[in-house]
């Protein structure tokens, strides 16, 4: 008997002495106890919040709002080892810690990461550009009420029309997966070439060269916190998609971006749009892309707008400066771009480019053949051989580019599907291919002037894209 009382004893007094070794240090019970006793609404809960109080944070995966709690009672002391709640208005989104609870100091830092498609709701779908009804082929009717760009309405074969109100363009673009068409043909069975300043308006920004703010599609957004005893508050603040970076294609500026700028302004997105020298060299181009990109963030944060990655849409020559640029050794420091969707771009080079060199006297473009040191070497030895697997990707082609055949703008290799286009009806023909390049007209180029087209970026912006898969 004496034997049990005397190990119950011990045991007894080793729990004790756990106790009062975890007690003594950090105060835990009597903290337990003192919130027990403590009046309704005694406590002060004060907070610092990263970025500031109602600024813009823009739901890139990456970019988390950092609150810094510190929970007082009426005598200013820090009250321990509270749960802090938190509650998210307006938005859904990652807490770290899962359960905050103030250190033995009363503090607690919270990181909330907001959920990358929060805004998708928010696209606007009735602006002063189009009203949008969804017919039961896939594509929007687009019917242009005052503003002279298009109507986009059904024809007697079900498939739309793409008609220019000041012209006589008939004609059709079509998807050769879903077969729907609407686009413009000239008798010739050609694409014209549509000038942006007779078809869209001349800019899509203030006099300030900031997007106009009042078609933004941010929303705002509050985060509660609360603890036992103590009085709630709130961090006021909004959410925003990341800025758009479009990039232009070989001996081309941003002015043939405009279409796509205007389209994606008018949907509530911070549209910017790149010029760079493409008669230079590929790690010049990729040197430009870093640094346009690094400004766009810099400019943002002047306006108290914070991202850390942007969205890419590049054309040809621009989607291949933007794998040069995420797949370098450099970019493990940036990690910049969180979407990159392709437009006709030869991402395994283009048959074409000897020829090209000669006809546009342009030596750069003997870099795009399909033999040459960027696409047998560069690439192969870069991150993931030549397209990032850290970034979502998008890619859309023409099945009947004359710049660049099918294949090369395929991303088979990396698991990425391609939504591939047709513009017009008649065969290829290197006479055709000269004329309609020198005169701008050329197939290549004209998917940028699409609304369907458009509404397809629409949809790779607005929700999330897959990942290249991983090669070895």
Same mark, same amino acid.
């Given at each position: 008997m004496k034997k049990e009382n005397l190990r119950k004893f011990r045991i007894t007094l080793f729990y004790l002495i756990i106790f009062l070794v975890m007690e003594i240090p950090t105060g835990f019970l009597k903290a337990k106890i003192f919130l027990a006793f403590t009046p309704d609404n005694s406590l002060t809960m004060r907070f610092h919040a990263l970025p500031r109080l109602d600024s813009t944070i823009c739901t890139d995966g990456v970019s988390p709002i950092l609150i810094d709690i510190a929970l007082v009672d009426s005598n200013l002391e820090p009250v321990p080892y509270a749960l802090i709640k938190v509650y998210m208005n307006n938005f859904t989104g990652k807490i770290t810690p899962k359960y905050p609870i103030t250190d033995k100091d009363?503090?607690?830092?919270?990181?909330?990461?907001?959920?990358?498609?929060?805004?998708?709701?928010?696209?606007? $779908?009735?602006?002063?550009?189009?009203?949008?009804?969804?017919?039961?082929?896939?594509?929007?009717?687009t019917i242009q009420t005052s503003n002279g760009y298009t109507d986009y309405m059904p024809t007697?074969?079900?498939?739309?029309?793409?008609?220019?109100?000041?012209?006589?363009?008939?004609?059709?673009?079509?998807?050769?997966?879903?077969?729907?068409?609407?686009?413009?043909?000239?008798?010739?069975?050609?694409?014209?070439?549509?000038?942006? @300043?007779?078809?869209?308006?001349?800019?899509?920004?203030?006099?300030?060269?900031?997007?106009?703010?009042s078609k933004l599609i941010d929303i705002d957004a509050s985060v509660r916190l609360e603890a036992k005893k103590s009085k709630g508050v709130r961090c006021n603040f909004k959410?925003?998609?990341?800025? !758009? *970076? *479009?990039?232009?294609?070989?001996?081309?500026?941003?002015?043939?971006?405009?279409?796509? @700028?205007?389209?994606?302004?008018? @949907?509530?997105? /911070? !549209?910017?749009?790149?010029?760079?020298?493409?008669?230079?060299?590929?790690?010049?181009?990729?040197?430009? *892309?870093?640094s346009f990109i690094n400004n766009i963030k810099s400019d943002l944060f002047e306006i108290n707008v914070f991202t850390d990655k942007?969205?890419?849409?590049?054309?040809?020559?621009?989607?291949?400066?933007?794998?040069?640029?995420? $797949?370098?050794?450099?970019?493990?420091?940036?990690?910049?771009? /969180?979407?990159?969707i392709f437009i006709n771009v030869p991402h395994h080079g283009t048959p074409w480019a000897e020829a090209g060199a000669a006809l546009l006297d342009s030596p750069f473009l003997k870099e795009l053949y399909p033999t040459a040191n960027l696409f047998t070497s560069s690439f192969p030895s870069s991150i993931n051989k030549g397209l990032n697997h850290k970034i979502q990707v998008a890619n859309i082609a023409l099945e009947n580019d004359e710049v660049v055949p099918l294949p090369s703008s395929r991303l088979d290799a990396w698991g990425i599907e391609t939504k591939i286009y047709r513009i017009g009806s008649s065969p290829l023909s290197l006479e055709s291919?000269?004329?309609?390049?020198?005169?701008?007209?050329?197939?290549?180029?004209?998917?940028?002037?699409?609304?369907?087209?458009?509404?397809?970026? *629409?949809?790779?912006l607005t929700y999330n894209q897959s990942y290249p898969r991983k090669r070895r």
């Open positions: 009363g503090r607690v830092t919270i990181s909330i990461l907001p959920d990358s498609h929060q805004v998708k709701n928010s696209i606007q $779908t009735g602006s002063s550009y189009t009203d949008s009804i969804q017919p039961n082929y896939g594509f929007s009717d007697n074969n079900g498939y739309p029309d793409f008609v220019q109100i000041s012209s006589s363009y008939l004609g059709s673009i079509q998807t050769i997966d879903n077969g729907y068409s609407c686009s413009i043909q000239d008798s010739n069975d050609y694409t014209d070439h549509i000038q942006t @300043k007779n078809v869209y308006s001349d800019s899509i920004q203030n006099s300030d060269g900031y997007p106009d703010s959410l925003s998609p990341p800025p !758009v *970076l *479009l990039i232009h294609g070989f001996q081309d500026t941003s002015e043939s971006m405009i279409p796509l @700028k205007h389209y994606l302004d008018n @949907k509530g997105f /911070r !549209v910017y749009a790149i010029d760079y020298d493409t008669n230079s060299d590929i790690e010049s181009m990729a040197e430009a *892309l870093g942007v969205d890419i849409v590049a054309h040809s020559l621009g989607g291949l400066v933007s794998r040069y640029y995420s $797949t370098n050794e450099f970019y493990s420091e940036e990690q910049n771009i /969180r979407k990159i291919i000269i004329s309609n390049q020198a005169g701008g007209s050329s197939r290549h180029r004209q998917i940028l002037f699409f609304v369907p087209v458009f509404d397809n970026i *629409l949809q790779y």
